[in-house]
């Protein structure tokens, strides 16, 4: 499978208050049409994904806002998987391409979260969980992650509370890095394990932000990108489930959806993990990219903290994770953040990531999760002459 990339465009990410969420979906598709040199009229399908604009804006039908945006009648769905919807629809688009229905396609990811309260944010994103099992009983996220934070750090005790905030400083250096991203400043060990205490062991430098944003990538099939001189391709997309909640899980040290997941999209890509320059991993709370990482095939179960420990998951270390500054630094639009994983990809592999840059990258991942581990969908990109 090879399905080209045409063209990426992406919003600043943070607090967006001059814009709504019709606005910045609008914004994202218009950069990623004016980066493919092409008009609206060209593309075939439209698929967005979105988690909580009906319960945080009261927008559904995104679907059709995405296609009036840019005044079109072709088919046009939304998409949501919680967490995980921006890569759902990048999925859906690569194989609405591959069956042959269409050939060029604009994949977005949106959200709009700043408007309204925190309690009101935690309600809606509680719905990616159990609600009768998770919910019912009062978990909230940091909840759940600090649960398996537990879990993991009791029996791989390795993996000590200075190298877990390594994540968050790692990814911060990278957000500084990026003039995207949500917050732009480095931070060190320090600041994570003294700042507020959301749900121990998870400071608040741990955990993801609230975010506004938007992301778009337009692809299309082998033949149209070739004749238009594409060089970025996917070229593997697995996807994997496992039980919404943590209670239901086989185990609470790996994330069974993730590994699997991983394993579909290497296989459909021919690869193993020693070809992969680098990895765009959900980050939601720094002990996700642990396992992340694992999942991936960087490290074995309860060896990841090797990586932290000497510094490898640095742009210009042995396996770079996060460069755009991950979920943490970057900033987490739930629904935007696999497709923003997407147009960090493809500008590490053409060479447009700046001071972030990873050298002579030619093949990378994108790892996006759905609640704790319900969902997990992986792709695989890689640069072809």
Same mark, same amino acid.
């Given at each position: 499978m090879k399905v080209g990339v045409l063209g990426i465009g992406i919003t600043k990410f943070g607090e967006i208050w001059e814009e709504g969420l019709r606005e910045l979906l609008l914004d994202a598709q218009l950069r990623a049409l004016n980066d493919a040199k092409m008009e609206p009229k060209q593309i075939d399908a439209l698929y967005t994904g979105n988690m909580c604009a009906d319960s945080l804006s009261g927008q559904l039908h995104i679907g059709a806002m995405a296609a009036e945006n840019l005044n079109l009648d072709k088919p046009?769905?939304?998409?949501?998987?919680?967490?995980?919807?921006?890569?759902?629809?990048?999925?859906?688009?690569?194989?609405?391409?591959?069956?042959?229905?269409?050939?060029?396609?604009?994949?977005?990811?949106?959200?709009?979260?700043?408007?309204?309260?925190?309690?009101?944010?935690?309600?809606?994103?509680?719905?990616?969980?159990?609600?009768?099992?998770?919910?019912?009983?009062?978990?909230?996220?940091?909840?759940?992650?600090?649960?398996?934070?537990?879990?993991?750090?009791?029996?791989?005790?390795?993996?000590?509370?200075?190298?877990?905030?390594?994540?968050?400083?790692?990814?911060?250096?990278?957000?500084?890095?990026?003039? *995207?991203?949500?917050?732009? /400043?480095? @931070? =060190?060990?320090?600041?994570?394990?003294? !700042?507020?205490?959301?749900?121990?062991?998870? %400071?608040?430098?741990?955990?993801?932000?609230i975010?506004?944003?938007?992301?778009?990538?337009?692809?299309?099939?082998?033949?149209?990108?070739?004749?238009?001189?594409?060089?970025?391709?996917?070229?593997g997309s697995g996807l994997a489930n496992d039980s919404l909640s943590l209670a239901r899980r086989k185990s609470l040290t790996r994330l069974d959806a993730g590994h699997a997941a991983a394993q579909r999209a290497y296989k459909q890509a021919g690869i193993t993990v020693k070809d992969i320059n680098f990895a765009e991993v959900h980050d939601c709370f720094s002990i996700a990219e642990i396992y992340a990482v694992e999942a991936l095939g960087f490290a074995k179960e309860g060896e990841a903290y090797k990586l932290y420990k000497d510094k490898?998951? *640095?742009?210009?270390?042995? /396996?770079? @994770? =996060?460069?755009?500054?991950?979920?943490? !630094?970057?900033?987490?639009?739930?629904?935007? %953040?696999?497709?923003?994983?997407?147009?960090?990809?493809?500008?590490?592999?053409r060479g447009?990531?700046?001071?972030?840059?990873?050298?002579?990258?030619?093949?990378?991942?994108?790892?996006?999760?759905?609640?704790?581990?319900?969902?997990a969908c992986v792709h695989v990109f890689k640069k072809m002459k």
């Open positions: 046009s769905i939304r998409v949501e998987g919680a967490c995980a919807s921006g890569s759902l629809a990048l999925r859906q688009g690569v194989h609405s391409i591959a069956s042959g229905d269409a050939d060029i396609v604009m994949v977005s990811g949106v959200e709009k979260m700043t408007d309204v309260s925190t309690e009101q944010v935690t309600t809606a994103l509680m719905g990616a969980g159990d609600e009768e099992l998770e919910g019912f009983n009062g978990l909230t996220f940091p909840g759940l992650y600090a649960l398996l934070a537990k879990a993991y750090m009791h029996k791989y005790p390795a993996l000590t509370r200075e190298l877990l905030a390594e994540v968050s400083v790692k990814n911060h250096f990278h957000g500084a890095r990026n003039p *995207y991203a949500q917050f732009q /400043n480095e @931070i =060190n060990i320090d600041t994570v394990i003294n !700042a507020t205490m959301v749900a121990d062991p998870l %400071t608040l430098f741990d955990c993801s932000p975010t506004d944003g938007a992301a778009s990538i337009i692809l299309a099939s082998e033949a149209t990108a070739k004749k238009l001189g594409t060089e970025v391709y996917i070229t490898q998951t *640095y742009f210009d270390g042995k /396996n770079p @994770i =996060n460069t755009s500054g991950g979920l943490k !630094a970057c900033g987490h639009p739930v629904a935007a %953040t696999g497709v923003k994983q997407a147009v960090e990809a493809t500008m590490q592999l447009e990531a700046g001071l972030r840059q990873v050298k002579g990258a030619t093949t990378g991942v994108t790892y996006n999760v759905g609640g704790s581990g319900a969902t």
